[in-house]
């Protein structure tokens, strides 16, 4: 199982970006897909999550900024950045929870003018 994250790069303050998380092979059920991210000298820390119902929780510092969102049928999680700050500048990885968590390589999200 293999998990693809993709949409990352340099954005000036204020601006959006949009990652994707892309999950491949064989799969069971997947009951819970998000993000964490890990900012430079800092732990890595949860950003969001879904689960297959649609149920959504964030991070408080991302809240009225990023929406989260998932194509069950597709195995894929989304992540819409909006109001971007520089100290949402990190590495974003993305999981999926499926009785074991799964992760991918991280995309680097960098927010400076």
């Known amino acids: 199982v293999q998990l693809q994250a993709s949409g990352g790069g340099l954005v000036q303050p204020g601006g959006s970006l949009r990652l994707s998380c892309a999950t491949s092979?064989?799969?069971?059920?997947?009951?819970?897909m998000g993000w964490y991210r890990q900012g430079p000298g800092k732990q890595r820390e949860f950003v969001a999550d879904v689960t297959t119902g649609g149920r959504t929780n964030y991070a408080d510092s991302v809240k009225g900024r990023f929406t989260i969102s998932r194509d069950n049928a597709k195995n894929t999680v989304y992540l819409q950045m909006d109001s971007l700050k520089p100290e949402d500048t990190a590495v974003y990885y993305c999981y999926a929870y499926s009785g074991k968590n799964y992760w991918g390589e991280g995309t680097q999200v960098t927010v400076s003018s």
């Open positions: 092979g064989s799969i069971r059920s997947i009951y819970v």
